[in-house]
């Protein structure tokens, strides 16, 4: 099974705000939804709490340390390499598991992904969540687009997607 991470991720590295998104980008959204759908989705419970629901066509996986923690439809795990064997239950080892968030998941999980699927919003915001720079020594960019911003974004973006180095 591939494993991914799916960010966005401001010019001065911020990717939240008091458990939320600090900007508004409808378009990448969309993009998001139609990327990770049907494919297991692996998140943290301030992420889970965050979005206030469950992400629908997804099987979901909440990562939390308390083990009275529990969501009607969702499958709980206590720690990220117990959430990988849940998706790989949903996927098969050809499939893809997609970790969406947030700052602390993202920590533990980047030395493990194969791959990045970074929306570079192209403004500095305001945040207390942060991602760490990638290394171009260990990521390779594949895939870039250049978004501009749409009706219901707040800000211009740059889809890039990262393969990990052989």
């Not at 494993?3 to 600090?22: D, F, K, Q, S």
């Not at 997609?98 to 915001?125: F, K, M, N, S, W």
């Amino acid at each position: 099974m591939k494993t991914a991470i799916y960010v966005a991720i401001a010019e001065n590295g911020v990717i939240g705000r008091e458990g939320g998104l600090p900007w508004r980008l409808s378009t990448d959204l969309r993009r998001f939804k139609a990327d990770t759908m049907g494919k297991p989705v692996i998140m943290g419970r301030k992420t889970y709490e965050g979005i206030g629901r469950l992400l629908p066509g997804r099987p979901n996986v909440i990562v939390t340390r308390d083990t009275s923690y529990g969501v009607e439809g969702a499958e709980i795990a206590h720690s990220l390499g117990e959430a990988i064997g849940i998706a790989e239950r949903h996927v098969g080892p050809d499939g893809e598991a997609c970790i969406i968030g947030g700052a602390e998941i993202y920590a533990q999980a980047l030395p493990l992904v194969d791959r990045l699927h970074v929306t570079h919003v192209l403004g500095e915001v305001e945040g207390d969540a942060s991602f760490p720079a990638i290394d171009a020594a260990i990521w390779q960019e594949t895939v870039r687009q250049e978004v501009p911003s749409g009706e219901k974004d707040s800000h211009a973006t740059r889809y890039v997607v990262y393969e990990r180095r052989g």
